[in-house]
């Protein structure tokens, strides 16, 4: 079982940065890629990062040159550093494996950006 606490969301203006931060509980979640979705209201939750064991990334087209997704297993954590924020970024943020369980999915954290 592993639970995640995302971290980190806001508020911020168009052009703006979040370094969101997500801790997993459980000595499982190293041994696992980790990944980064969001919901905005009114769409399904997607997957927007994930991050494999061995450092391998991949990233949506939309956020692609904007986010970068990292990890700390030796803190059980795992960041997502989004950079030129768009109005179309805000969302509440999950962080949970990749493939997601369904049963790990945290609170999330809102991220919302407008001017």
């Known amino acids: 079982q592993v639970q995640f606490v995302e971290s980190g969301g806001g508020l911020v203006q168009p052009g703006g940065s979040l370094r969101l931060s997500c801790v997993a509980s459980?000595?499982?979640?190293?041994?696992?890629?980790a990944g980064w979705y969001r919901q905005a209201p009114g769409k399904q939750r997607e997957l927007v990062a994930h991050?494999?064991?061995?450092?391998?990334?991949n990233y949506a087209d939309s956020v692609k040159g904007r986010f970068t997704i990292s990890r700390d297993n030796t803190k059980n954590t795992v960041y997502l550093q989004m950079d030129s924020l768009k109005p179309e970024d805000t969302a509440v943020y999950y962080c949970?494996?990749?493939?997601?369980?369904?049963?790990?999915w945290g609170q999330g954290t809102q991220v919302t950006v407008s001017s």
């Open positions: 949970n494996l990749e493939p997601a369980r369904s049963d790990y």
């Open positions: 459980g000595s499982i979640f190293r041994f696992y890629a």
């Open positions: 991050r494999t064991t061995g450092g391998v990334t």
